[in-house]
Structures are given as structure tokens and as C-alpha cells.
């Protein structure tokens, strides 16, 4: 039994001591070098380590800090305001003749009338039926009751004591007539020129809608081509876009606009523009004012305060009201209720270009024994012309 277990320990003995010597040879074995590194050529230069010298400065001077201009903390940089730009002043087309250039465009929608009428008495036998349509006629034409009785009548007369009718004869009769209905005696100038010095004050009035601010500012232009200085009130305060709009046609020809806040006193801005019109010497003052419903009593007698205000400077010298040639009879009964708040002087039609209904020309002036002073052809800023009766008949029968 002793002799088993020395030999199991005398194994054991053995065993690990060839162990030792594998692991031995093992460790004693080389490892092949590792291969050389291939530079980064992406990567930043290493940093010198604690200890390693630093690269070798370079020959070329440096600049010091005291070689190099620093901004001075105390000076402040300009600073450049850009103002803006000033409005070109435009140079309005004279007005002299301006009817005559714009007849082309009133006589294509006044052809019906004049033409219908030369038609009917071209007729080889005027019967009852015939004079019946030509008053049919003038009254489509707005021309009205009175008047229409009156032309036909004259009419009537002139054909039986002609007797022959040529086209040409028929015209020159035609147009006789019509220029003693429209009238060529009545005085059709803008007075602006008062007698006692001072500005001419004019107050523009109508319903909404008729053009009454683009047909102030277009005044402006009238006035503006003849040589006069204007100065704008905007004293219709209701209407927000009144004000800048006209503004912006005086900004146009150089007239100065006196507005106030939005839902101010009308009459208070009309004072203004007064007193600064005569305080910087300006031919003419243009009231633009707020175009209510006629209907409303109250703001009709907000306007004749508006006329009593501004007549505590000076009288008008005119009252423009401006009405819608497409309206017809309507704009008749605007005429009427206007006229008996203020003092109309003049009329002015709009949108006469848009209508076959000229004969409201007539109409209008003998419902308020007022003249027609102006008219409006278009859209054009200077499409405001002076009313001239004879060419207004020019166009109407056409050539």
C-alpha cells in the first residue's frame, strides 16, 4: 500500500514539472513586430508632450498686438436714415379743348340717341307715330318731360316750314335745337377768383358712390393745369379710405391735403383747410365732403354745418355737386334734396362715358336752373373736362 501511493506522488511530481517546462518554452517564444502605421494625413499635428521641445519659431517678423490698429471704443459708427423717396409731381394735361379730344369716347355711347333721332325725321312722311317715337326717344334719353314736349314742338314747327328734307338740313336743324336745349348762354366756369383776395373755396358734395373724392382730386388736376395752387380738405371723416385717397391725387400734382382723425368733425377739417389755405397763400381751397344717403336727415344737415363753418373765413364761391349720369331720374331727386341744404353752383357729371342717357344733361339743369360745369369721361386722371355744349351735341349726333 505504501508503495501505490509513492508511486501515485512520484506521478504527480512528474506531471507538473513537465508543465513548467511548456509554459516556459512558451513564453520565451518571440512575437513577429507589428506592422508600421500608416500616417493619418486627416488628422490634426500632435501636440508636444510635457517635456519635448516645441517646433522651432520661424524666421518671418510677427505682428504684435501693438502693431495692429483696434477699433476706438468711443467713436459710434454713422448710421445712414434712408428717406424716403418724395412723390413725383406730375405735370396735368391742359384743359383747354379736352372735351373735343375725349369726343370720340362720348359719342360711341351717345350714337344711339342722336343717330335714333336722325333716323325717325329722315322719315319721307312724319306722321303721328312718328313723333311719338322720337319723344320716346328723348325720354329713354333722360332728356325729361318738359324739355321733350318743348324740342319736339320746335321741331314739329321747323320740319313743316322746311318743307324738303336733306340729311344735311336734318343735322344742322337737329343740332340748333338740341344746343338751344342744353344751353350755350350760361356761365360753365369754376369761379375760384374772388373778388375780396384771399382763396376760392369750393365745396365738392353728392352720395356715395357717384365719385365724388376721385372727382375732387381730379378738380385738383383741373386747377393744377391752369396755373393754380390747391389746397385739399378732406372732411369726409366717415369713410376710412377718403382721406388717403385723396391725399395721395394731391401728393400727385403738389397740393397739400389738411385731414383729420378718422370719425372727426367734418366741419372742423373744413375750418382747417380754409385757414391754412390763407395762411400760405393758396388760389384755391377744395372741400371734399361726406356722401351720405340723402335720405338721412341728419348727416344732410351735418353738411349745411359744414357750409356755415367754412363761410365764418369766407362766402363759397361755388357749391360742385356731383352726380351719376347712369342714376337718370334718380340722381334728379338727389339733386332736389341737396339743393335744399345748400346753395348748388355748378354740377358736375360723372360716368357720362358709360350711358346712352346724355339727355339727364338737360334734365338736371332745369330741375335746379344750375349749370352742368363738368364731366367725367373715364377713368384716366385727366379725364375731367370742362362741359362745352357744343361739342357735347357734336357727339351726340355723331358726324
Do not use: C, Y
Given at each position: 500500500?505504501?508503495?501505490?501511493?509513492?508511486?501515485?506522488?512520484?506521478?504527480?511530481?512528474?506531471?507538473?514539472?513537465?508543465?513548467?517546462?511548456?509554459?516556459?518554452?512558451?513564453?520565451?517564444?518571440?512575437?513577429?513586430?507589428?506592422?508600421?502605421?500608416?500616417?493619418?494625413?486627416?488628422?490634426?499635428?500632435?501636440?508636444?508632450?510635457?517635456?519635448?521641445?516645441?517646433?522651432?519659431?520661424?524666421?518671418?517678423?510677427?505682428?504684435?498686438?501693438?502693431?495692429?490698429?483696434?477699433?476706438?471704443?468711443?467713436?459710434?459708427?454713422?448710421?445712414?436714415?434712408?428717406?424716403?423717396?418724395?412723390?413725383?409731381?406730375?405735370?396735368?394735361?391742359?384743359?383747354?379743348?379736352?372735351?373735343?379730344?375725349?369726343?370720340?369716347?362720348?359719342?360711341?355711347?351717345?350714337?344711339?340717341?342722336?343717330?335714333?333721332?336722325?333716323?325717325?325725321?329722315?322719315?319721307?312722311?312724319?306722321?303721328?307715330?312718328?313723333?311719338?317715337?322720337?319723344?320716346?326717344?328723348?325720354?329713354?334719353?333722360?332728356?325729361?318731360?318738359?324739355?321733350?314736349?318743348?324740342?319736339?314742338?320746335?321741331?314739329?314747327?321747323?320740319?313743316?316750314?322746311?318743307?324738303?328734307?336733306?340729311?344735311?338740313?336734318?343735322?344742322?336743324?337737329?343740332?340748333?335745337?338740341?344746343?338751344?336745349?342744353?344751353?350755350?348762354?350760361?356761365?360753365?366756369?369754376?369761379?375760384?377768383?374772388?373778388?375780396?383776395?384771399?382763396?376760392?373755396?369750393?365745396?365738392?358734395?353728392?352720395?356715395?358712390?357717384?365719385?365724388?373724392?376721385?372727382?375732387?382730386?381730379?378738380?385738383?388736376?383741373?386747377?393744377?393745369?391752369?396755373?393754380?395752387?390747391?389746397?385739399?380738405?378732406?372732411?369726409?371723416?366717415?369713410?376710412?379710405?377718403?382721406?388717403?385717397?385723396?391725399?395721395?391725387?394731391?401728393?400727385?400734382?403738389?397740393?397739400?391735403?389738411?385731414?383729420?382723425?378718422?370719425?372727426?368733425?367734418?366741419?372742423?377739417?373744413?375750418?382747417?383747410?380754409?385757414?391754412?389755405?390763407?395762411?400760405?397763400?393758396?388760389?384755391?381751397?377744395?372741400?371734399?365732403?361726406?356722401?351720405?344717403?340723402?335720405t338721412k336727415t341728419g348727416l344732410m344737415d351735418e353738411l349745411g354745418k359744414v357750409k356755415r363753418v367754412v363761410e365764418k373765413h369766407a362766402p363759397l364761391d361755388e357749391v360742385l355737386l356731383v352726380l351719376d349720369a347712369t342714376t337718370g331720374q334718380n340722381g334728379l331727386i338727389q339733386a332736389r334734396v341737396f339743393a335744399e341744404v345748400v346753395d348748388i353752383t355748378g354740377i358736375v357729371l360723372t360716368k357720362l362715358d358709360g350711358t346712352a342717357k346724355g339727355g339727364i344733361v338737360v334734365a338736371?339743369?332745369?330741375?335746379?336752373?344750375?349749370?352742368?360745369?363738368?364731366?367725367?369721361?373715364?377713368?384716366?386722371?385727366?379725364?375731367?373736362?370742362?362741359?362745352?355744349?357744343?361739342?357735347?351735341?357734336?357727339?351726340?349726333?355723331?358726324?
Amino acid at each position: 500500500m505504501e508503495i501505490v501511493i509513492l508511486a501515485v506522488v512520484i506521478a504527480v511530481v512528474v506531471i507538473g514539472a513537465l508543465g513548467g517546462l511548456v509554459v516556459g518554452s512558451r513564453r520565451k517564444k518571440q512575437l513577429p513586430p507589428p506592422p508600421p502605421a500608416t500616417p493619418d494625413i486627416t488628422a490634426p499635428p500632435a501636440e508636444p508632450h510635457v517635456g519635448e521641445e516645441a517646433e522651432t519659431p520661424r524666421d518671418e517678423a510677427r505682428r504684435t498686438i501693438e502693431e495692429v490698429d483696434l477699433p476706438d471704443a468711443t467713436a459710434t459708427a454713422p448710421v445712414t436714415v434712408e428717406e424716403p423717396p418724395a412723390p413725383v409731381i406730375e405735370i396735368p394735361e391742359p384743359t383747354a379743348g379736352r372735351l373735343v379730344r375725349l369726343r370720340a369716347r362720348l359719342s360711341r355711347s351717345q350714337n344711339a340717341l342722336g343717330k335714333g333721332l336722325l333716323t325717325l325725321l329722315s322719315r319721307e312722311h312724319l306722321d303721328e307715330d312718328t313723333w311719338e317715337e322720337i319723344e320716346d326717344t328723348l325720354l329713354t334719353a333722360d332728356v325729361g318731360v318738359q324739355p321733350t314736349q318743348e324740342l319736339v314742338e320746335r321741331l314739329r314747327e321747323r320740319v313743316k316750314v322746311l318743307g324738303t328734307r336733306t340729311p344735311e338740313e336734318l343735322r344742322g336743324l337737329l343740332r340748333e335745337e338740341l344746343l338751344t336745349l342744353v344751353g350755350t348762354d350760361s356761365d360753365r366756369a369754376v369761379r375760384t377768383e374772388p373778388e375780396t383776395g384771399g382763396p376760392g373755396i369750393v365745396m365738392v358734395v353728392g352720395v356715395n358712390g357717384t365719385g365724388k373724392t376721385t372727382t375732387t382730386g381730379k378738380l385738383a388736376r383741373v386747377l393744377v393745369a391752369d396755373g393754380r395752387s390747391v389746397v385739399l380738405g378732406a372732411a369726409d371723416t366717415f369713410r376710412a379710405a377718403a382721406a388717403d385717397q385723396l391725399q395721395t391725387w394731391g401728393e400727385r400734382v403738389g397740393a397739400h391735403t389738411v385731414r383729420g382723425p378718422e370719425g372727426g368733425d367734418p366741419a372742423s377739417v373744413a375750418f382747417d383747410a380754409v385757414k391754412e389755405g390763407k395762411e400760405i397763400g393758396a388760389d384755391v381751397v377744395l372741400i371734399d365732403t361726406a356722401g351720405r344717403l340723402h335720405t338721412k336727415t341728419g348727416l344732410m344737415d351735418e353738411l349745411g354745418k359744414v357750409k356755415r363753418v367754412v363761410e365764418k373765413h369766407a362766402p363759397l364761391d361755388e357749391v360742385l355737386l356731383v352726380l351719376d349720369a347712369t342714376t337718370g331720374q334718380n340722381g334728379l331727386i338727389q339733386a332736389r334734396v341737396f339743393a335744399e341744404v345748400v346753395d348748388i353752383t355748378g354740377i358736375v357729371l360723372t360716368k357720362l362715358d358709360g350711358t346712352a342717357k346724355g339727355g339727364i344733361v338737360v334734365a338736371v339743369q332745369r330741375e335746379l336752373g344750375v349749370p352742368v360745369k363738368l364731366v367725367g369721361l373715364g377713368e384716366g386722371a385727366d379725364d375731367l373736362a370742362p362741359f362745352e355744349p357744343e361739342a357735347f351735341v357734336d357727339a351726340l349726333i355723331g358726324d
